[in-house]
């Protein structure tokens, strides 16, 4: 490619979801976030979302986007929206995972489930940008 990052793969999708799940893994063995998760309000849902979207934008416009030479031809909106969706659907989808593979679901009843789910994807979605963050990285 000519400028000096990859076009988003399915590969970066599973790199995406691995590193979602490592985060998340820390997370829920910690604890707190299942007690927090207990206590949110929407006020509180809506933050933990608006501040996700904002520090993964941040993070893929200064990790991803600040390596792409021909800004022109790749507009940040159209470079954010395959990597930000991508992220957030894993976070999401991992953070489901963890909350019904390990019962999460019947300590925290049926009706704090999406509060965890939010509550989990803030940390899974950085988590999930980890590995363009090792990209940039040259060793």
Same mark, same amino acid.
């Given at each position: 490619?000519? =400028?000096? @990052?990859?076009?988003?793969?399915? *590969?970066?999708?599973?790199?995406? /979801? #691995?590193?979602?799940? &490592? ?46 030479? =021909?800004? @022109?031809?790749?507009?940040?909106? *159209?470079?954010?929206?395959?990597? /930000? #969706?991508?992220?957030? &659907? ?50």
């Amino acid at each position: 490619m000519k =400028d000096g @990052i990859q076009h988003f793969s399915r *590969e970066d999708f599973f790199y995406s /979801f #691995f590193g979602a799940l &490592f985060v998340g893994f820390v997370f829920m063995s910690k604890g707190f976030l299942i007690d927090i998760s207990k206590n949110l309000t929407n006020v509180h849902l809506i933050m933990i979302t608006v501040l996700t979207v904002i520090f993964t934008t941040i993070q893929i416009y200064f990790v991803g986007y600040t390596r792409v030479q =021909d800004k @022109i031809h790749r507009s940040f909106v *159209e470079f954010w929206a395959k990597r /930000f #969706f991508t992220v957030y &659907f894993s976070s999401i989808l991992v953070s489901l995972l963890l909350i019904y593979s390990y019962g999460i679901d019947k300590m925290i009843g049926s009706g704090n489930i999406i509060n965890a789910i939010v509550a989990f994807s803030m940390p899974c979605s950085l988590g999930a940008t980890l590995s363009d963050l090792v990209k940039k990285i040259k060793f």
